[in-house]
Every structure is written in C-alpha cells, then in structure tokens.
C-alpha cells in the first residue's frame, strides 16, 4: 500500500488540514488516478480537476511532494526517483507539514491561486491575464497581404503555442506569489507568440505596450521556476528575456 497525504479544505482554504489515504498502486499508475481510486473507494467527497488525462489540458497541475507537476502525468511508482526540479524557495514550497517523504506522497493544490475546494483552485485571475496580451492572431486586413512566416519564425511560434494553460508557471513563480497583479510567465509567453508573427495585424509596439507596465514584462525577476516546471517546454523565461530586449530597444523600459 502506498500513503497519499492530501491536502482538504474549504473555499479559500477554510478549514485546512491533511487527509492520509492508503492505496494500492497498480502498474502504470499515475497520482490522478491514484485520487480517482481514493474519490471511488474512500472519501467521494474529495474535490480536484481533471480533463482528457493526457497531458493535454493542462486541468490536473497541482503540488506534488512540493514540486508542481500534471498529475496524469507523474508516475506513482517512479515519484521518487524524480530528479529534483531545483525550484526556488517560495513560502507555499517551504510551509511546514508533518509528512514523510519516504513514505508518503504530498498532494496540495497549485499555489498561488484562490482555493475553492481541496486541489481545486479558481484560475479566474490566471485566465484574466491571458485575456490581457490578446492571444489571438488578427490578420492583415489588406487584400492580397503576405502572409508569409520564415521556418525558424515557425518554429518559436509553436514552442510557444504549445503552452496548455495548466498553470504551473504561475504557481511556481515566487514573484506571482508576492504580487498578485503580476500578469505571469504564461500571459508574457503568449504575448511573444502574436509578436513575433509577421502574419499579426497591427505593429509590434501596439502589443508591446500590452506588457511594459510595472507588472508586466520589467515585475520578472529572473527565479526560473517557470522553466523548470513547465510540462511542455515552452521556457517562459527565454520569451520574457526576449520581450524585454525589445521593450528596451523601443525605449518602453
């Protein structure tokens, strides 16, 4: 039998407390899974978010043993031999509960969000700052207008583009935590994707001044977590390097 320690609670963490449940992993186990046969066998009450269980959504991200992670993608018999991801400390990585790492799997939900029950967190916020850079592509207007993108063009836009809105970034990201009205790696990654494309109406300082605010672009400090929990390798801090080089070559920062 394998011990999962999981985080309940109420809206807005009403409530808190840590429930233990012990199941018996089978071959190929993944931790949603794992919270499936503890919804249908223990506890039917037990609240969390999930989708196409492939890696895909994005839905199940939450925290894993403190370290956030897909949960239909984080194998039950392999969590701990895991590589560590190195994040940066950040109070919701460091807060204190009695758990056994050997032992046990910590399941909490994703920080930085509102909770509204158990692993379920609100993304209101998170998808409110997508909304803001404008993450859709308006084509030129003009009749006959190349529309023309160069292969390695191509091949940054689809790096981007293969963001899944699961949220990890943003709850991994120490600076999110701090300030809650830092737009988030994934709202500046997605900018970078319409601004780097020639086939975007409108010129590159229109959606540039979408980001330079005091809680775009220049609120980054640089932690890297974004990096390292991304399941998708969309490397949020390279575009944001890239978003300030060219703030700063306007003169926008």
């Given amino acids: 039998m394998m011990r999962f320690k999981v985080w309940r609670s109420g809206k807005d963490g009403d409530d808190a407390r840590y429930d233990t449940f012990e199941v018996q992993p089978v071959k190929g186990m993944n931790v ?42 984080t194998q039950v018999s392999l969590i701990s031999h895991y590589k560590p991801m190195g994040l940066k400390p950040f109070p919701p990585l460091q807060s204190p509960v009695d758990w056994d790492r050997d032992s046990e799997v910590l399941v909490e939900p994703l920080p930085n969000l509102p909770i509204q029950k158990d692993l379920v967190v609100d993304m209101t916020r998170f998808y409110r700052y997508y909304e803001r850079v404008k993450p859709y592509l308006e084509t030129l207007e003009e009749v006959g207008a190349p529309t023309r993108i160069m292969p390695q063009q191509m091949e940054r836009a689809e790096r981007l583009a293969n963001c899944i809105l699961c949220a990890a970034c943003y709850g991994s990201c120490p600076v999110c935590h701090k300030n809650s009205r830092y737009i988030g790696p994934h ?44 399941p998708k390798d969309v490397a949020p801090a390279a575009a944001i390097k890239i978003l300030k080089e060219k703030l700063a070559q306007r003169k926008l920062i």
């Avoid at 609240?47 to 994005?58: E, M, Q, S, T, W």
């Avoid at 540039?208 to 609120?219: E, F, I, M, N, R």
């Fill in 187 to 230: 709202a500046l990654a997605w900018s970078l994707r319409f601004i780097d494309d020639p086939r975007a109406k409108g010129d590159e300082q229109e959606r540039l001044s979408l980001v330079k605010d005091q809680d775009g672009v220049p609120a980054c400090e640089g932690f890297y977590n974004c990096v390292r929990t991304c």
């Fill in 32 to 73: 949603l899974e794992a919270l499936f046969e503890i919804q249908d066998r223990l506890d039917d009450t037990l609240a969390f978010r999930y989708a196409c269980r492939g890696a895909v959504c994005g839905s199940c991200a939450m925290m894993i043993n403190r370290e956030i992670r897909l949960a239909c993608r």
